[in-house]
Each structure stands twice: as C-alpha cells, then as structure tokens.
C-alpha cells in the first residue's frame, strides 16, 4: 500500500519565491503539492477548498499577511504552518499562531527540511489522538472530545444539551456542567451522535431528553428538556426538528 503524503500549499507574494520553493519541495517524495497561492485573500480560499496539511506561508503581503490568515485557521483540524520570510521582527506573533517553524530567507535547504520534518512530525501526532479518541468513542454511549493534551470522556445519555461560544463549548448534563475547548462539529462529527440533534448554529440538544417541543412563528421552536430548560431554535433548522417531531409522535 502506497505511503500516505502530506498535502501542501505555496503562498508567497513573488514567483520566483514560490518557484523556488516548489522545486525544493518536488524533491521530497513524502509531499504532494495541492497549488500554488499569491496572497493571504487567496491563500484563505485555498486552505478552505484544498484541506492542505502544511502551508508554506510568506508574511508580508499585499492584503491580508501571512499572520492575519494563520489567525483565521480556527477550525478543528487547521493545517501546520511554516512561516518563510525575509524579515526576522514576525517571530513572535508567528508563535503566537502554534506556526511549527519559522525559516528566513533566502532558503536554506537543510532548514527547510528540518522545518518540515516538525510539520510531519505534529500531523502524525495529531493523527494519533485523533485514532485514539476514535476508539475510545466506539462505544454506542460515550463521546469523546480533545482540549489540548487532555481527552474528555462523556456519556452521551447524560448530556442534556452542548452550546458552543467561539472556541468552547459547554456541556450541560445531568452530572453538571463542562467547558472545553473544542467545537460543535468536533461532537457532531463522531460516529455516535445519533442522540444529538443541532437545533442552532451554537447549541446542540439531546432528543432523549425532549419533554415538550412547541412551535412559534417565523419557523422558530422551544424545545423543552428535562429538567425545565427551553431553547430556542434557529429558523435556518425548523425542517429539522419538522422531522424530529413527526419521529417522536411516530
């Protein structure tokens, strides 16, 4: 079976720097080179269509630069960053951003592939846990979710209902309340979250625990759980819970 490569993105502003660059890359035979960006608008686009797993990215750019779009990289899964710039004052906000390296120029070759060796080293890494909480998650009653170096175990009957706030969410369930770092689709996306139903663009609700649900105008819904909470559901899901509740009257 043919050795899985890691998917990489150019983004730099001049050419010649990205020329150069994809001849150094196209003699490591573990990469495959998605394309090719020449500014940060661009190279946010490229990101969100491609999925690379590293991104060679330039920091002064016309439009947004290098930092401002590893900033915006928020999602569950962001790719590894290596910075390649000629200007050494950007190494802390770099950082800042969890960039794997930071490479002046001009390039040199032995830098470059120590830089990536760390990008393949922390996707490995990252595709370990993320092995890990698959199997933890196997079974029909737990979700399992990453904050950092931790793994939170859940029972996915507890769970009364999850609402997200940027970067967290919070877990309310009958065993009381956990934040975590982490997002809605991080939980939507295990296998077992045949429970958990999205009813606004920042909250999820367990349908087991569904006492009431009670239609309004402007296809909103309260939905009543156990315990006594109501939430509000957004109108962009009112065929949704249509569905929900003709399974529940079912």
Not at 62 to 82: C, T
Not at 102 to 117: Q, V
């Amino acid at each position: 079976m043919d050795k899985k490569k890691y998917r990489v993105l150019i983004v730099d502003d001049e050419p010649l720097a990205r020329k150069g660059l994809r001849i150094r890359l196209e003699e490591d035979k573990d990469l495959e080179i998605l394309g090719e960006a020449k500014n940060g608008k661009e190279a946010c686009e490229k990101i969100t269509q491609l999925s690379p797993d590293i991104v060679l990215l330039d920091i002064q750019m016309p439009g947004l630069d290098g930092v401002e779009v590893a900033q915006r990289l928020n999602g569950d899964n962001p790719p590894a960053i290596i910075f390649v710039t000629a200007f050494n004052h950007y190494a802390i906000e770099a950082f800042e951003v969890n960039a794997v390296d930071y490479i002046l120029k001009p390039l040199d070759a032995e830098r470059l592939t120590e830089a990536l060796s760390r990008a393949k080293a922390r996707l490995t890494t990252k595709q370990q846990i993320f092995n890990c909480i698959s199997d933890l998650s196997s079974t029909q009653d737990t979700l399992c979710l990453q904050d950092g170096k931790q793994i939170f175990r859940l029972s996915i009957n507890n769970i009364l209902w999850i609402e997200s706030d940027d970067d967290y969410i919070c877990v309310h369930s009958t065993d009381g309340e956990k934040t975590i770092r982490s997002t809605l689709k991080a939980v939507l996306n295990q296998k077992n979250n045949d429970l958990l139903v999205r009813i606004h663009r920042s909250k999820v609700i367990n349908k087991s625990h569904i006492c009431s649900i009670k239609k309004l105008k402007n296809n909103e819904f309260d939905i009543e759980l156990n315990g006594g909470a109501v939430h509000r559901s957004g109108r962009t899901y009112a065929d949704s819970i249509e569905q929900l509740m003709k399974a529940i009257t079912e």
